[in-house]
């Protein structure tokens, strides 16, 4: 069964340090998202991103964070300077379709620690 | 603006028993709803969702819901509860206008007791 892939599976950073997250969805998946699980809380929104650019983005988005799709199969997630808050478990998922009844796919999830 | 509360955020069962997940959402506009289940180590995986139609609806590994829009609520419910079925559980909505955006609660992890 096609699953959407990330690597890697755990990261560990020194604050300050640049990371990238990297995916790779489904193969016939239009949509593309990012969305991260802080230890004990929610799982939030950061951005959606289709036909190579970002099509919606959460307030937690800002200017450290950035997304890419560099070839035709991975998604990646930079940071560019990362802080302590920033550790987290970063989940991608896909989407076959436009509609958003549309089931997502998530990855296993890349866990970042930043020291 | 969407959101969704889970009650309680640890919730023990009998294996055998009935589990019953609570989930209840906000939204201005009809919404779709989704209950999710992570499983330890893995990724978030579909159990069921809400589109339009029956409001009850059925998922994989013997879970169904019922949309009840006069109570805003979308619970999760299974007959009798198995070891296997000890995981996270997310309920999630979408909103028809509101792009591509799931919003999620906050998670109830369901332990099973032999």
């Known amino acids: 069964e096609p699953e959407v892939t990330q690597t890697p599976s755990h990261q560990v950073t020194q604050m300050g340090q640049e990371v990238i997250l990297r995916c790779v969805p489904i193969?016939?998946?239009?949509?593309f998202y990012w969305y991260r699980q802080i230890l004990g809380q929610k799982v939030e929104f950061l951005v959606s991103?289709?036909?190579?650019?970002?099509?919606?983005k959460s307030e937690i988005f800002d200017d450290q964070f950035s997304v890419e799709r560099p070839d035709g199969s991975n998604f990646t997630l930079k940071i560019r300077s990362t802080k302590l808050e920033d550790s987290a478990m970063y989940f991608c998922?896909?989407?076959?379709?436009?509609?958003?009844?549309?089931?997502?796919?998530f990855g296993e999830g890349s866990r970042l620690t930043v020291l | 603006a969407q959101s969704v509360t889970q009650l309680g955020s640890h919730v023990s069962v009998s294996e055998g028993a009935l589990v019953l997940l609570r989930c209840n959402y906000s939204s201005s506009v009809p919404p779709y709803l989704f209950w999710y289940v992570q499983y330890p180590n893995q990724g978030l995986q579909l159990l069921l969702k809400y589109t339009t139609g029956a409001t009850l609806v059925k998922g994989i590994n013997g879970f169904e819901a019922e949309f009840k829009k006069s109570e805003t609520s979308f619970h999760l419910t299974k007959p009798s509860a198995h070891m296997s079925d000890a995981a996270e559980y997310f309920c999630a909505v979408s909103e028809w206008n509101a792009g591509n955006m799931l919003t999620f609660g906050g998670g109830t992890r369901l332990m099973v007791k032999p």
């Open positions: 998922a896909s989407r076959e379709i436009a509609a958003n009844t549309g089931e997502l796919f």
């Open positions: 991103f289709y036909n190579n650019e970002i099509s919606e």
């Open positions: 193969s016939n998946h239009l949509y």
